[in-house]
């Protein structure tokens, strides 16, 4: 059953299960069964005279952030951080390794060497590549598979990663829905 395609596209960004190439294949749905059409101004979102021009720029973006992130570049390193939820809670809880890595599989067979995913109930990983002396970082989230679940963009000086609005589709909030502004 199809909704509307601004609560699935919203829908979509905020489902953690998707892996990054599932998001993009169900936005690619989504342009591929509705009509474009305008989306109009939010709460946090502004206005754009296309949602599969959105939708197209939101994956190429993930697609290039992923990219850089796997790349290794001199004077970055690559640490991580296991997340899992407390059983009894569920309340999230992560530790983060200290140790700095060259590349990103570098800080990935680290984290297996130390972690199991069964025994350990460790949900997801994130990886930070930083910047050296600089406050410069993406991240990426990933499952078992080593699948990408999330790209982020945290503090990047790179201008194709800021300059788009791209991002904004996980800042789209119930209430603007609820309020019949999506």
């Known amino acids: 059953m199809r909704i509307d395609p601004y609560i699935e596209s919203f829908l979509i960004a905020q489902n953690d299960s998707l892996t990054m190439a599932e998001r993009h294949a169900a936005w690619k749905e989504i342009m ?3 009509p474009d059409r305008p989306i109009p101004a939010s709460s946090g979102f502004e206005a754009n005279d296309s949602l599969h021009a959105y939708l197209r720029v939101l ?14 570049q001199e004077g970055y390193v690559y640490q991580y951080t296991a997340c899992w939820s407390d ?4 309340e999230g809880k992560s530790v983060q390794g200290l140790d700095c890595f060259s590349t990103y599989q570098r800080a990935w ?23 050296i002396d600089a406050r410069d970082r993406i991240s990426i989230s990933v499952n078992a598979r080593q699948e990408i679940l999330r790209v982020f963009s945290y503090f990047s000086s790179n201008p194709d990663y800021s300059d788009i609005d791209a991002w904004a589709i ?3 909030t119930s209430d603007a829905i609820g309020k019949g502004a999506i």
């Open 32 to 34: 591929d069964v509705y």
């Open 59 to 72: 994956i190429a973006l993930e697609k290039r952030v992923a990219e850089d992130f796997l790349s290794p």
């Open 87 to 90: 059983d009894a809670t569920g």
């Open 109 to 131: 067979t680290a984290f297996s060497a130390r972690w199991d995913w069964e025994k350990d109930a460790v949900t997801y990983v994130a990886f930070a590549k930083s910047k």
């Open 170 to 172: 996980y800042e789209w």
